[in-house]
């Protein structure tokens, strides 16, 4: 009996089918033993290096306050000057208050004063009060005044034209006060507060040396006001006082500073 091949396209057709189950099972026996051997570990989650704070420490420092004083001779007078006039009514009084300033400007015109030294610092008008048996206040007057402010850039004349105003303004005139002063402190304030600075680091150096450290570097500095003298008083002279003796003196600028230094 004569043995029949297959056609060739039904064996090619076979072998490939043999080959793909072969494959499918040696990929179900892998799987197997996968699934029932060796299992791969699980990726670990990934842990986080846990964070380090880290305080900064303040450094030490030194709080101190310095004051510096700086002086020197005036080269400036300013007056407070004025005129007053009590009449019966209103406008008689402001007459004479005007007639009187009218005589105070005209003489420190001639005293050499210019007119951007000479201010008007207030203008008043005000009743007079006065007080009857049955205790009823009652006016009986009014009271006008002007004051100004003057300015003596020759201080050898100050007393000069203090005792001309006196003069020209009799009794309506009114000498308040003097005070005086240098036309450009801010020379005389910044040595002041060269001083102020240097008096607060030698403090902080001190204080560094006492409590064993160096003296590190600024931290802060704040600067205080400015003292400046007060004006002083000088009484009315009577009209017949050529020259009013005066003593100048010294001006002097004080500034203190606040500053804070670094302890090393």
Do not use: C, W
């Not at 001083?195 to 450290?213: E, I, M, N, P, T």
């Amino acid at each position: 009996m004569t043995n029949r091949q297959p056609p060739a396209h039904l064996t090619a057709a076979t072998s490939t089918r043999a080959r793909g189950a072969r494959l499918l099972a040696a990929t179900v026996v892998a799987g197997g033993l996968l699934a029932g051997g060796a299992v791969p570990a699980l990726a670990a989650p990934e842990r986080t290096a846990p964070r380090l704070t880290v305080t900064a420490v303040a450094p030490a420092t030194v709080s101190v306050t310095g004051s510096g004083r700086a002086a020197s001779a005036p080269d400036l007078a300013i007056l407070s000057v004025g005129v007053e006039a009590t009449r019966k009514t209103a406008k008689e009084a402001m007459a004479a208050q005007n007639v009187a300033a009218k005589a105070l400007l005209d003489v420190l015109r001639k005293e050499g004063i210019d007119d951007r030294d000479i201010r008007t610092d207030s203008l008043s008008l005000s009743p007079v009060y006065t007080q009857n048996a049955d205790g009823e206040s009652k006016v009986t007057a009014y009271q006008a005044g002007q004051s100004f402010s003057v300015k003596v850039r020759d201080l050898d004349r100050t007393g000069q034209v203090i005792g001309a105003v006196n003069d020209a303004t009799g009794d309506a005139g009114r000498i308040n006060g003097v005070v005086f002063d240098v036309a450009d402190p801010s020379a005389l304030r910044t040595k002041a507060r060269e001083a102020a600075f240097r008096d607060a680091y030698d403090k902080a150096s001190q204080h560094a040396r006492l409590s064993g450290h160096e003296l590190g570097k600024l931290i802060s500095l704040s600067e205080g006001d400015s003292l400046r003298p007060g004006p002083g008083a000088v009484p009315s002279m009577p009209a017949d006082e050529p020259g009013v003796p005066l003593a100048p003196g010294e001006i002097e600028e004080q500034v203190t500073v606040s500053a804070v230094f670094e302890l090393l």
